[in-house]
């Protein structure tokens, strides 16, 4: 962008012109002085020693003067700018353009015009990057709808197969493309919660919560399943005491649900959880023996879930911290 014009070459003019002119016009008007006698001689001399005085004074006066108006003008350029930047930073929102007088265009006129091009920039890129997203879910939701269809007519193709005269290996192929067909259902609706979970459709409300009490509701919503999969539940819940997080029940809930359904879907084979809720630490733990998170099990792409176990956490200021081994995994929940 072209500089019109310079403060600071201005501000250096007019404080060399206060420095030099008087000198130079004193020595100009010295040298018209006629000295007749001693005493003339004398006098000119002290009247030229208090002008010369004056002189001074009013170079050094005048030099503090205008530097003090100079930088007290620069300061309440400088502090509206702030102000503007300041603000939006506290209502975490996009400032407004700053006024830009365009014949004057000096260094902070510049610096005014850059930061209105970058909010310009800025809002264009939330603007593209809004509707980027807006096409994502909306391709995801669509994805999910129109894939349900084909998977529903494979299912029912095996359904149709499996009660026809077949070798043992065929058999076990349709059991293998079942399970792959529940599988790809399974990661669908994942990827459809997670969608939705992002994008706000799934209200956040959170409420002192007694984590004791919510934890065994779901302990025994989930007991049926663990026992039909012939997994052995280890549980320690304590009755008497408990703790309360800042959290939304449905959302810890659902946390909760998307860590037991991995366990069935990924380290059945284990047959056993421990699921114990620690009060003194304020930690709710949950433990399988299965092949651990490294190793893809039969039922694998629990990823998705985990995403969206990890992002309903951090909305509610808590954290997961997995360890997981070949010996199984362990889960503890706790304060971020």
């Not at 003019?13 to 001693?38: M, N, R």
């Not at 009013?58 to 930088?71: E, H």
């Not at 039969?298 to 951090?314: E, F, R, V």
């Amino acid at each position: 962008m072209k500089q019109n014009r310079s403060l600071f070459h201005r501000f250096l003019k007019v404080h060399f012109l206060f420095i030099f002119l008087p000198p130079i016009l004193l020595i100009f008007i010295s040298a018209f002085f006629g000295v007749s006698d001693i005493h003339e001689n004398n006098v000119n001399t002290l009247h030229l020693f208090y002008v010369t005085v004056l002189l001074f004074v009013f170079i050094i006066v005048a030099f503090v003067v205008l530097s003090w108006l100079f930088f007290l003008k620069l300061q309440k350029r400088l502090a509206s700018l702030q102000e503007v930047m300041s603000s939006s930073a506290i209502t975490n929102s996009f400032p407004k353009p700053i006024s830009v007088q365009a014949d004057r265009m000096d260094e902070i006129d510049q610096l005014g015009s850059s930061f209105n091009w970058m909010i310009q920039q800025l809002e264009g890129s939330r603007k593209q990057a809004y509707e980027e997203e807006l096409l994502r879910h909306r391709l995801i939701a669509n994805l999910s709808h129109d894939l349900r269809t084909p998977l529903t007519i494979m299912r029912g193709h095996v359904t149709r197969l499996n009660k026809e005269p077949i070798s043992v290996e065929g058999q076990h192929s349709l059991t293998e493309i079942n399970h792959t067909i529940t599988r790809v259902g399974d990661l669908m609706d994942d990827l459809l919660s997670y969608t939705l979970l992002t994008s706000g459709k799934h209200p956040f409300e959170p409420v002192s919560t007694d984590i004791g009490r919510l934890v065994r509701a779901a302990v025994a919503a989930w007991y049926p399943v663990f026992e039909e999969h012939g997994i052995q539940l280890d549980v320690d819940l304590p009755a008497d005491e408990t703790f309360y997080w800042e959290a939304d029940p449905k959302w810890m809930t659902r946390v909760l649900d998307n860590l037991f359904q991995n366990i069935v879907r990924h380290a059945a084979e284990g047959k056993y959880a421990h699921i114990a809720v620690d009060v003194k630490r304020e930690l709710v733990i949950i433990a399988d023996r299965g092949p651990g998170l490294n190793k893809s099990s039969h039922g694998g792409g629990a990823g998705i879930g985990l995403s969206t176990c990890d992002y309903m956490l951090n909305k509610m200021n808590l954290n997961a911290d997995f360890t997981s081994n070949e010996d199984g995994t362990n889960v503890a929940i706790g304060r971020a």
